[in-house]
């Protein structure tokens, strides 16, 4: 590990320079697709660099056929022609390499001594093979290793399956294949998805293995207009042989995207997602669950404002009770562009209601489904279930490598009959009567992007316990993180 990691950082200056042409003509991607985009706690990143899409799967290397548009150390291998008639029939390889260190006192609030605290470091290694046979056929393949050093007995299998099949799937295009053409593409096999703002479905970036699904998915394009459609099984992660299906889980839905041209520009998202658990857990109890989840999205820019505002509501049925669940979160910030330091102060408000009726009446605990990792802060403490909170920012930009956001979270509970739930849906804390104020963070985060390939970032998160986690057996809570990812 010790010469892995030497060898990383002597070849760094290496790959920086060779990353920064003075014509740079690589395609722009939208800041919400970058790679970095479950990184930034505030707001989307800055769009250069890097390129990179958080779904690796949705870079195109088909620019890289012209020779005056090769300017990256990777390019050669970006780009590898199959067919000297055809350039849109070639072989892309890539990859990443993450190192990350994490230190917890006190994690799940430090109610299990045992494993209170917690210092490890995390390695993922991923590499990807995308190959195009022409505009309409493609095969995309990639392997991952995730590993655990330190406190491996604790280690879950989303930090620890030392060899995996994280992604198999194949394409086939129907109509105009081209990116802006009106086309539907049918996708089978082992896949990430990631939808809208990940409050519902995303990747998961932050622990060694993404989330991961096997099925089919219908993709619908035309222009920035995008119509998903999915029935799938999430994989169950193991942490010494390849992950397989879940057979306790069904997971299906149907997601459009559409920009608009309202009042406030930007996008607007519709979906329906459903989910069927053999055994769901909760405070009140365990048993099967089926659940429907309607939702709409608007995000967009004003100005230099920037929005992001999403309701949804859930039913169905929890063993014998009916569910009527909810949750409206929203993201506005304003930017002072013309300021030093382009300062952006944003305001994050949530509520996922819990669950308050006795054992015979409806349901109420809103479920977050197969969300975004860091969903709160980096430390990842909380599931967005029972939760209500008002979260200020204000971020930097000192240079246009270079951001840095301090924070503050006042988190309550919704009902105190429910408790305060951790990421995995574990119940941290049991519900009490009275107070139902968790606590509130304090949070630093800096990302220092330092080339096209390589982003170092920093992130300090503490949470100050209130009476009523003092109450439930819970402290105080402190959380330290740092990670390079190498990109290529």
Do not use: C
Not at 32 to 43: F, G, I, N, Q, R
Not at 194 to 210: C, D, F, K
């Amino acid at each position: 590990m010790a010469k892995f990691a030497l060898g990383f950082a002597l070849l760094s200056p290496v790959f920086a320079a060779a990353a920064a042409p003075a014509d740079l003509t690589i395609p722009k991607i939208d800041p919400a697709a970058s790679v970095l985009a479950e990184d930034v706690p505030e707001s989307t990143p800055n769009p250069n660099p890097p390129p990179y899409t958080l779904l690796r799967f949705n870079e195109r290397y088909d620019y890289l056929a012209d020779p005056k548009n090769r300017h990256d150390f990777f390019d050669p291998v970006k780009y590898i022609p199959l067919a000297a008639d055809d350039p849109q029939s070639y072989l892309s390889l890539g990859g990443e390499l993450r190192e990350r260190y994490e230190n917890f006192n006190n994690a799940g609030f430090g109610v299990n001594p045992a494993t209170a605290d917690r210092s490890y470091l995390l390695q993922r290694v991923a590499l990807n093979v995308d190959w195009h046979f022409d505009q309409r056929l493609r095969v995309f393949v990639q392997g991952l290793s995730g590993l655990q050093v330190g406190q491996q007995r604790q280690a879950s299998g989303v930090n620890q399956n030392p060899i995996d099949l994280q992604q198999g799937f194949v394409d086939y295009s129907f109509g105009n294949p081209t990116p802006q053409g009106p086309r539907l593409t049918l996708r089978a096999g082992r896949f990430e998805a990631s939808y809208g703002s990940g409050r519902l479905l995303a990747t998961r970036a932050a622990p060694n293995v993404p989330f991961k699904f096997d099925g089919v998915q219908f993709i619908s394009a035309d222009g920035a207009a995008r119509l998903y459609a999915f029935l799938v099984r999430p994989s169950e992660e193991n942490k010494y042989r390849l992950d397989g299906e879940n057979d306790g889980q069904t997971f299906w839905g149907v997601y459009g995207s559409a920009p608009t041209g309202w009042t406030l520009p930007g996008t607007v998202d519709l979906y329906y997602l459903g989910v069927r658990y053999a055994n769901q857990r909760y405070v009140s109890g365990s048993g099967a669950e089926l659940r429907h989840s309607v939702g709409t999205r608007w995000s967009g820019h004003l100005g230099n404002w920037s929005y992001d505002w999403e309701p949804i509501v859930q039913f169905g049925k929890f063993g014998n009770r009916e569910i009527f669940a909810w949750t409206v979160a929203t993201d506005t910030g304003y930017t002072f562009a013309s300021m030093p330091l382009k300062p952006r102060l944003g305001f994050k408000a949530d509520i996922a209601s819990g669950d308050s009726a006795g054992p015979g009446g409806r349901f109420g605990a809103f479920n977050p489904l197969f969300f975004k990792s860091g969903y709160f802060n980096d430390a990842s403490l909380i599931r967005p279930t029972n939760i209500a909170d008002l979260h200020p920012s204000l971020q930097f930009v000192p240079t246009p490598a270079v951001t840095a956001t301090i924070a503050s979270d006042f988190l309550w509970r919704y009902s105190s009959k429910d408790g305060v739930y951790g990421p995995g849906g574990n119940i941290e804390l049991q519900p009490l009567a009275g107070s139902r104020y968790i606590g509130n963070t304090a949070e630093f985060a800096a990302q220092w992007k330092i080339s096209r390939h390589i982003v170092g970032t920093a992130s300090y998160v503490h949470l100050f316990a209130s009476d009523y986690v003092k109450a439930a057996g819970g402290h105080s809570v402190d959380y330290v993180g740092t990670w390079v990812s190498f990109n290529w």
